[in-house]
């Protein structure tokens, strides 16, 4: 895979999980990186601690993705401090889980908040300062294309929401060589979803490898999407999902 040099990647909801794996792959790979969080402060310096150590410019910044102000400010921030913003990783997320019927307004507004309009807004405010080249990713979930359970409404509506963002946006920013996709993750062992929790041998069930993934398993997909070999890949949906959707 060619390499990061010279480029500027703003992860949201850096400080673990998915999030952080795919902050330290795109350093790795050569990026400087910019990670959100919202309220794990040490984790989200540990993981900007790790991309200098890799000889990288980290920075962890606090902003509430349900915050529409504190978006707009991050995303300038960022393009100020580095200079210029070459990748958008739409990451961070929340699940409420539950039958219909039990979702109060309070867990719609803040699925919503975060999981569609969050991703709009940074969107929105990178799309001015994307560098030609550019590639904004969001990191959707494999329950936006099959719903093989009962409980998910509100997560999937929310889901299944990154799907139209990002194809609308590949024919939007297209002309200035920007790429737009959505990556689909399945069962992936994170604080959100653990490997150890209580649906988590009914997820596997689910899968056709019959395991959970890795947050690096889909840092590696992000990897390719924003690297040069990615170029010609835009408005896609890229599945990084055991096999749930087989
Ligand atoms: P985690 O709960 O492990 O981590 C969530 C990350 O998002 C944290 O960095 C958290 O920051 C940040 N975050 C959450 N809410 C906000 C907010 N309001 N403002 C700013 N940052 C916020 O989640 P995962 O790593 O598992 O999930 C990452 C993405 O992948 C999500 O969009 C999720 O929906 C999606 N996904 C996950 C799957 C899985 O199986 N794990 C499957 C399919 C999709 P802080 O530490 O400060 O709280």
Redesign the pocket.
């Known amino acids: 895979t060619a390499r990061l040099d010279g480029k500027v990647a703003l992860v949201?909801?850096?400080?673990?999980?998915?999030?952080?794996a795919v902050a330290l792959r795109l350093a790795e790979d050569g990026a400087d990186v910019a990670?959100?969080?919202?309220?794990?402060?040490e984790?989200?310096e540990a993981v900007a601690a790790k991309i200098t150590a890799l000889g990288r410019r980290g920075w962890a910044v606090?902003?509430?993705?349900?915050d529409p102000q504190e978006v707009q400010a991050v995303v300038a921030a960022v393009a100020e401090r580095f200079g210029r913003l070459d990748i958008l990783v739409?990451?961070?997320?929340?699940?409420v889980l539950g039958p219909i019927g039990e979702m109060a307004l309070e867990d719609v507004d803040r699925v919503l908040?975060?999981?569609v309009r969050?991703p709009f807004l940074f969107a929105q405010a990178a799309s001015d300062r994307l560098a030609e080249g550019g590639r904004i990713v969001t990191?959707?979930?494999?329950?936006a294309r099959r719903v093989a359970f009962p409980g998910a409404s509100l997560?999937a509506t929310s889901?299944a929401a990154t799907i139209g963002l990002t194809k609308a946006l590949a024919r939007e920013l297209g002309p200035r060589g920007i790429t737009v996709n959505v990556v689909?993750?399945?069962?992936?062992?994170?604080?959100?979803?653990p490997a150890d929790g209580d649906s988590a041998e009914f997820?596997r069930g689910l899968t056709a490898l019959g395991t959970?993934?890795a947050?690096t398993d889909?840092a590696g997909a992000v990897a390719y999407l924003v690297s040069a070999d990615g170029r010609y890949v835009s408005g896609a949906e890229l599945a990084v999902?055991g096999g749930f959707a087989a």
């Open positions: 949201t909801g850096g400080s673990r999980g998915i999030g952080a990670l959100t969080y919202q309220g794990g402060a984790r989200a606090r902003a509430e993705s349900a739409n990451n961070a997320g929340v699940g908040e975060v999981n969050a990191i959707g979930s494999c329950i997560y889901k689909h993750p399945g069962p992936i062992d994170t604080d959100m979803n997820q959970y993934g947050g889909v999902d």
